[in-house]
């Protein structure tokens, strides 16, 4: 596993702090963060692990 693979990135929309006039960011839910195109990857990747360990 690559320790240097970059899974979340700050949230363009809202710079990291997660929120807009004080509202939740809709982009990161108010995280802060957003999955990169690696961790998008690497969750659908898990989801299908999960799903196929259930069967
Ligand atoms: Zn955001």
Same mark, same amino acid.
């Given at each position: 596993?690559?320790?240097?693979?970059?899974?979340? /990135?700050? !949230?363009?929309? +809202? $710079? &990291?702090? #997660?929120?807009?006039?004080? /509202?939740? !960011?809709?982009? +990161? $839910? &108010?995280? #802060?963060?957003?999955?990169?195109?690696?961790?998008?990857?690497?969750?659908?990747?898990?989801?299908?692990?999960?799903?196929?360990?259930?069967?």
């Amino acid at each position: 596993m690559d320790n240097n693979l970059q899974l979340e /990135k700050e !949230c363009s929309t +809202c $710079n &990291g702090c #997660g929120k807009i006039a004080n /509202k939740a !960011c809709p982009v +990161c $839910n &108010g995280t #802060g963060t957003v999955l990169t195109a690696d961790g998008l990857q690497v969750l659908k990747y898990l989801r299908d692990s999960i799903r196929v360990s259930e069967h």
